[in-house]
């Protein structure tokens, strides 16, 4: 039985965005026995640590380090329920790993849908400076036993593609130790699982799996930790075409977590397969949400231009709910990007309160016949 035939989302959580306090009480009403508190944020809100599994592999694995990146939280709920349709997979995948698993490391910025903590600190670049609450409680627990793997999990703009055509859906990245990018053999260990990975799914979401760019981040927390000897794999999740609640994104980012368990248990700390990672296509930064072309401005001379438009996700106070609003990114030619949505305004009328579309402003400007 493949994984993808028993995938089951978690039906607490249908939407993009999730509350901290909805979590919180799932956590302990629906799986208390698995849960512990290793924190409080900067707001006193609980971090909670889930454990799964008596093998003896280690894993730590964390979701929501930028807040305005729910995808892994879904997946690891999602995981669970679908196991529980199958107690084999789930026995024969949990009797040989211990898994570790952070929910929501930054609950602050979750609650506001924003990529910082509460005190405007990116979790993700504060690994030496240790100025947030949240990262201390990463890097204790990392430090608290020897972990075999570490799952970094993210997401990624709508802006990456594999080819220039396709979205990058998924992306997977081994971290690099140093600035030359040394392929060492923790690297390689990374290296293999992915590869497992993509073999899995490349069926499944064609040309659709990236390659993040393995530029070495001095200060970044996957990048740390595998300089300190614990082989660690990044998770982008990405766009999936005209699927911005990402449920389609969500579905496959929950599909590669287990096969990313299934194949560290089996590899065993081993590397064999690894090569295939370098068949993976680099992420390209390549398409806008929206390109108006050939837009006629309501000028006194002759402008013809593009006007490039990227949602923001922006979540309202009292609503459990995401709004995606457009803003202009780019005026002129932008022949050099694609949109995921193209609109040819040739002979139609450019109407606005301005002359020009205003970069960085929300669109304020209509296209009428």
């Keep these: ?19 901290p306090e909805k979590l919180f009480s799932y956590l302990q009403t629906d799986l208390s ?13 609980p971090i909670y640590q889930l454990t799964v599994g008596t093998g ?26 679908s196991l ?39 979790l993700n670049r504060d690994f030496h400076n240790e100025s947030s609450k949240e990262i201390k409680f990463l890097k204790n627990l990392a430090a608290s036993k020897k972990y075999d793997y ?26 690099s130790e140093d600035y030359e990018r040394t392929v060492t053999d923790n690297r390689k260990k990374c290296m293999a699982v992915i590869a497992e990975v993509y073999n899995h799914l490349k069926e499944l979401i064609p040309n659709q799996i990236g390659r993040y760019s393995d530029e070495f981040y001095p200060t970044s927390t996957g990048d740390n930790f595998i300089k300190a000897g614990m082989p660690t794999i990044l998770f982008e ?10 449920k389609g994104t969500r579905k496959y980012y929950t599909i590669a977590l287990y096969y990313a368990l299934k194949a560290i248990s089996e590899l065993n700390h081993g590397i064999e397969g690894w090569e295939t ?45 995401i709004s995606f609003v457009p803003f202009v990114m780019e005026v002129g ?17 450019f109407v606005s309160e301005t002359k020009y579309p205003k970069l960085d402003a929300e669109v304020n400007f209509k296209i009428e016949d």
């Design 56 to 81: 003896d592999i280690n894993i730590l694995a964390w979701s929501q380090m930028h807040g305005n990146e729910s995808n892994a939280t879904h997946a690891m709920l999602d995981l669970l329920m």
């Design 150 to 175: 570490a799952l970094n999990l993210h997401e990624q703009r709508t802006i990456f593609t594999t080819d220039g055509i396709h979205p990058a859906t998924l992306s997977f990245l081994a971290p």
């Design 237 to 246: 999740g990405g766009h999936f075409v005209n699927d911005y609640t990402r």
């Design 333 to 349: 030619d932008v022949k050099q990007r694609k949109g995921w949505l193209e609109i040819d305004c040739t002979g139609k009328k």
């Design 84 to 122: 529980d349709k199958a107690p084999k997979l789930k026995e024969e995948l949990l009797s040989k790993i211990k898994l570790d698993f952070i929910f929501m490391l930054n609950p602050d910025g979750s609650e506001r849908w924003t990529r910082l903590n509460a005190v405007d600190i990116d």
């Design 277 to 321: 990672y370098l068949d993976i296509p680099e992420n390209k930064e390549t398409h806008y949400d929206i390109i108006y072309r050939n837009v006629k401005l309501n000028t006194d001379h002759e402008c013809i231009l593009d006007v490039a438009v990227q949602y923001r996700e922006i979540k309202e106070e009292g609503k459990d709910e």
């Design 1 to 19: 039985m493949n994984f993808e035939q028993i995938y089951s989302p978690n039906p607490n959580f249908p939407n993009r965005y999730i509350s």
């Design 33 to 45: 026995g698995h849960i512990k508190e290793i924190g409080k944020s900067y707001l006193e809100k």
